[in-house]
């Protein structure tokens, strides 16, 4: 049986997510496990670089709305789970997914994370990246929060990009998290 490229791809997202998560349930003791669950929604925008024959093309990166659910098992405050999905509002609007892991540390009443993703976009472009970010929260244990955070991402495969050439964005999102 023969995948399309798209396929590949998600199936490569699903089985680094899953040997991530699996590690990170690894050498523990048995014992009644807890989730606790966070919800963010936040609109991005930016600065996009990317390249058209021997040209480097700069302008806006397509406003975004992110919503991400993040995952902490048995307590660990320091790492989060997080399957992600983007929404593209401008230019060709479309869907994409952003499963990422990300650190978290807690200062005063800011929560601070650094995480790294892989968006894939998958209707009705398909692009595959790679993104790291920063960000933060206050105040960091209400149940209603406000984030911000600023990320880089390259695609480098999709049908949608030129070929031999990839497309970086700089973005900064603001929103707000509501926890359980």
């Known amino acids: 049986m023969r995948l399309t490229p798209l396929a590949r791809v998600l199936s490569l997202v699903g089985a680094l997510w899953l040997v991530g ?3 990170a349930l690894g ?12 919800l963010d929604s936040a609109l991005s925008g930016g600065l996009m670089v990317g390249s058209a024959g021997r040209e480097t093309i700069v302008g806006a990166s397509p406003m975004l ?3 991400d659910a993040a995952f902490i098992f048995d307590g660990d405050e320091s790492v989060e789970w ?12 479309a869907f994409g997914l952003n499963p990422q892991v990300r650190l978290r540390r807690h200062a005063g009443p800011f929560e601070t994370f650094a995480g790294v993703g892989v968006p894939v976009y998958v209707a009705p472009l398909t692009r595959l990246g790679a993104e790291v970010n920063l960000g933060g929260a206050f105040p960091k244990d209400a149940p209603l929060a406000l ?7 390259t695609f480098f495969m999709g049908a949608d990009l030129p070929e031999g050439s990839a497309v970086f964005t700089f973005n900064g999102a603001v929103g707000l998290r509501l926890t359980f």
């Open 82 to 93: 997080v399957l992600g999905a983007l929404m593209q509002m401008q230019y060709t609007p």
């Open 147 to 153: 984030v911000a955070s600023v990320s880089a991402t």
């Open 65 to 67: 709305m992110d919503f």
């Open 27 to 38: 050498a523990r003791p048995a014992a009644a496990q807890s989730l606790d669950v966070r």
């Open 21 to 23: 998560a699996l590690g």
